[in-house]
């Protein structure tokens, strides 16, 4: 994040302590170590947040395009379901028993 060389630290912990004095300098050093803990959990909220909307919005788009082919598909095959006619029912053939008829006597 802050491109922060040993050199540097060494300088602003030399100041520190000549400005706030050796008993102040722990107290300090443990409310600065604090703060910049909680900084960086409120940055990673943050980002973490931030990448769940991306994915959120990456399929919610994801879906809009899902639907639009399904619509196009259904578009599509309408035409081919109305040309297509369906062949009547066979009829049943049902077996037909002669009578052998007698002449009365």
Same mark, same amino acid.
Do not use: W
């Given at each position: 994040?802050? &491109?922060?060389?040993?050199?540097?630290?060494?300088?602003?912990?030399?100041?520190?302590?000549?400005v706030?004095? !050796?008993? /102040?300098?722990? #107290? %300090?050093a /443990?409310?600065?170590?604090?703060?910049?803990? /909680?900084? /960086?959990?409120?940055?990673?909220?943050?980002?973490?947040?931030?990448?769940?909307?991306?994915?959120?919005? &990456?399929?919610? #788009? %994801?879906?809009?395009?899902?639907?639009?082919q399904?619509?196009?598909?259904?578009?599509?095959?309408? !035409?081919?379901? #109305?040309?297509v006619?369906?062949? !009547?029912?066979?009829?049943?053939?049902?077996?037909?028993?002669?009578?052998?008829?007698? !002449?009365?006597?």
């Amino acid at each position: 994040m802050f &491109d922060v060389g040993f050199s540097e630290i060494v300088l602003i912990a030399v100041v520190a302590l000549v400005v706030v004095g !050796p008993e /102040r300098l722990p #107290k %300090l050093a /443990r409310t600065l170590g604090a703060l910049v803990g /909680r900084m /960086r959990g409120y940055v990673a909220t943050v980002k973490s947040e931030v990448e769940r909307e991306m994915q959120f919005e &990456d399929l919610k #788009k %994801l879906q809009q395009h899902i639907h639009s082919q399904q619509v196009q598909t259904e578009q599509l095959s309408e !035409p081919v379901k #109305k040309s297509v006619r369906r062949k !009547p029912a066979a009829k049943s053939q049902t077996k037909r028993t002669v009578k052998k008829v007698t !002449p009365h006597e």
